[in-house]
């Protein structure tokens, strides 16, 4: 439904260090994302922490006003190393709960299209 107002694209990046450093600690699990995400940093970035802003949908919608190239990323378990929430343009909470990540990309998938129907005056978000 999404690409009837934009082009998206679904990375999935989680690699043999992400799931070892799962098991060794939180400290380990962070610095694995931050080196598997560092190369898709291009564009406009915002990261989900559950430390991060809060935002209703139609402030969500403003973030497609930003960049025509957004990346948006979504941390383990143990969320994301501050040292790389620091290069983002933006770090926003979907919720005060953790998520599994399929749940937590569910949930973006649909406020990425519920944004956009706002931006778009489309009726679906009332």
Known sequence: MIKRFADIEC???FNKNIA???T???KEAKISYTKAY???LKGYNISLDVRGQKIDSFEFAKIFEKSSNINFFIGGAYGLEDKFLAKMDKVISLSDLTYA???AKVVLFEQIYRGL???AN????K
């Open 11 to 13: 990375k999935t990046v």
């Open 20 to 22: 070892q450093s799962q």
């Open 24 to 26: 060794k600690g939180e």
């Open 38 to 40: 560092e190369p898709f």
């Open 101 to 103: 990540h399929k749940i």
């Open 117 to 119: 129907c706002i931006k």
């Open 122 to 125: 489309h009726p679906y978000h």
